[in-house]
């Protein structure tokens, strides 16, 4: 019955890799199928912005579909999530240089990311467990990714080297293939490892969490001293809105990531406290990112970027305040920490909500421009 039992996750385990590197091709050949049809890369940039997560977010959705043996019913509610964010990312008549393109660009993935957690959860994404586990996979994923990268990097590095010793510059092949179909095909190989090399991630997480947040809390501090100090205000410019907030999204997913390494039934520790620093500096912050637009919008009026920033960092205001609330609470014993997972767990949705409202409703209200 062992032998069996070996032999079949043997079995298993080798279907699950052709899946893997088959749906990692498929996604690498789908990103250059346009380029048969004319639309290149280095010509219709705009294209490949609006739609690079269709690309490959379709086939890890498959992965788990295949992994997870989910039903013909979450099958067809998937693919038509998926259907409707094609035809809006290429039926909006943007205007050219569209700031709301942008805004498309940027939040169609984020909503579109909560469609691969509900193939990822099997059907239960109602469980917050469940839930925690899907923002452990994205970060180890987030982590696999890099590492493929930096590789990626190094070997094409080492080609254009040996390459241009022969008189041959490897640099358009490159742009147009490497780099794009890796991109793609890395996400795909990248879930893969994750979900096969899950002890190796599994020590990876509490140890970033830890070396981190303590960082990200001294850098919130001195940034808060120093405008404090010098009396100066905040640029909200779109590049300066987009970093900052990316900035707190990041504190929130080093939040997640803690949250998701720690035992809920252990003790507060001094990390705990390191946590709450976090969140307090992070809230501080948030507010005078809300002052800063506020005031431009009374100046200056609603813009695309504008409305989009507002309702991210109140968004992430709600969720800062509360978590700082559930913290300190488990930290006085008057709170469990598993309510500060489900808090973190329930939440998640807000966010992908408010990134569908701004790819679907803000360009047509705005205009597309």
């Avoid at 640029?235 to 907030?245: M, P, S």
């Avoid at 390191?274 to 307090?280: C, E, F, S, T």
């Avoid at 809230?283 to 991210?312: C, K, Q, S």
């Amino acid at each position: 019955m062992a032998l069996l039992d070996t032999l079949t996750n043997r079995t298993n385990a080798r279907n699950e890799a052709i899946l893997a590197f088959t749906l990692a091709l498929a996604a690498a050949v789908l990103i250059k199928i346009p380029a048969l049809f004319g639309i290149h890369l280095d010509q219709h940039e705009s294209f490949y912005l609006r739609n690079m997560s269709l690309f490959v977010l379709p086939m890890l959705t498959g992965y788990f579909i295949w992994k997870r043996q989910l039903g013909a019913q979450t099958l067809i509610g998937l693919a038509i999530a998926f259907i409707a964010a094609g035809i809006i990312a290429n039926s909006y008549p943007f205007d050219k240089g569209s700031d709301t393109e942008v805004l498309l660009a940027l939040h169609l993935p984020i909503a579109l990311w909560l469609i691969v957690g509900i193939a990822y959860a099997g059907g239960r994404w109602h469980q917050p467990g469940r839930r925690m586990e899907f923002v452990r996979f994205s970060g180890e994923l987030f982590i696999y990714f890099v590492l493929l990268a930096l590789g990626g990097g190094v070997l094409s590095g080492f080609m254009a080297l040996i390459f241009g010793t022969i008189g041959i510059d490897i640099e358009p092949v490159f742009e147009s293939w490497l780099l794009p179909c890796g991109a793609t095909g890395g996400v795909i190989v990248a879930s893969w490892l994750v979900e096969t090399r899950k002890s190796m991630t599994e020590n990876i997480a509490p140890v970033l969490a830890r070396l981190f947040s303590p960082l990200f809390a001294i850098i919130l501090i001195t940034f808060l001293g120093t405008m404090l100090w010098t009396g100066g205000g905040m640029d909200i410019e779109r590049d300066i809105l987009i970093a900052f907030d990316m900035l707190l999204l990041i504190i929130i997913g080093l939040l997640l990531y803690s949250i998701s390494s720690r035992d809920p039934n252990s003790s507060p520790s001094a990390f705990d406290m390191v946590q709450v620093v976090l969140l307090v500096s992070a809230l501080l912050a948030d507010v005078v990112a809300l002052w800063a637009i506020t005031e431009r919008i009374t100046e200056l009026g609603f813009t695309p970027n504008r409305l989009a920033a507002l309702g991210m960092n109140i968004i992430l205001l709600v969720n800062l305040a509360w978590s700082t609330v559930l913290y300190i609470r488990f930290l006085s014993g008057r709170g469990s920490f598993q309510s500060i997972e489900q808090w973190q767990t329930d939440y998640l949705p807000v966010y992908a909500g408010w990134a569908a409202i701004v790819a679907i409703a803000l360009p047509p209200l705005f205009g597309f421009i």
